[in-house]
Nanobody, 113 residues
Framework: VQLQASGGGLVQAGESLRLSCAAS????????MGWYRQAPGKQREFVAT???????NYAESVKGRFTISRDRLKKSVYLEMNSLKPVDTAVYYC????????WGEGTQVTVSS
């Protein structure tokens, strides 16, 4: 199983980005898909997850600014990030749970002030 994330980049504070992640090599769509992030010198932290039934959970730091969604047929998950702040700068990792955990390689998001 591979998770391929894309959509990262360099933006200014207040701007938006949309991350995408597609799972391949599996027929499973994953009971949970989501995003985590890791800033330089910090531990990986939870950002948002969405279950197959559509239950969504967000980290407090991104509530109201980020929106997670998924397409089960495409085995994909998306993260719409608005009103980005410099503290959102991190490598964003796609996550999927389908009998076990799977992680993508990450995509860099850099927000300049």
């Amino acid at each position: 199983v591979q998770l391929q994330a894309s959509g990262g980049g360099l933006v200014q504070a207040g701007e938006s980005l949309r991350l995408s992640c597609a799972a391949s090599g599996t027929s499973r769509s994953g009971s949970v898909m989501g995003w985590y992030r890791q800033a330089p010198g910090k531990q990986r932290e939870f950002v948002a997850t969405i279950t197959g039934g559509g239950f969504i959970n967000y980290a407090e730091s991104v509530k109201g600014r980020f929106t997670i969604s998924r397409d089960r047929l495409k085995k994909s998950v998306y993260l719409e990030m608005n009103s980005l702040k410099p503290v959102d700068t991190a490598v964003y990792y796609c996550y999927m749970f389908a009998a076990r955990e799977y992680w993508g390689e990450g995509t860099q998001v850099t927000v300049s002030s």
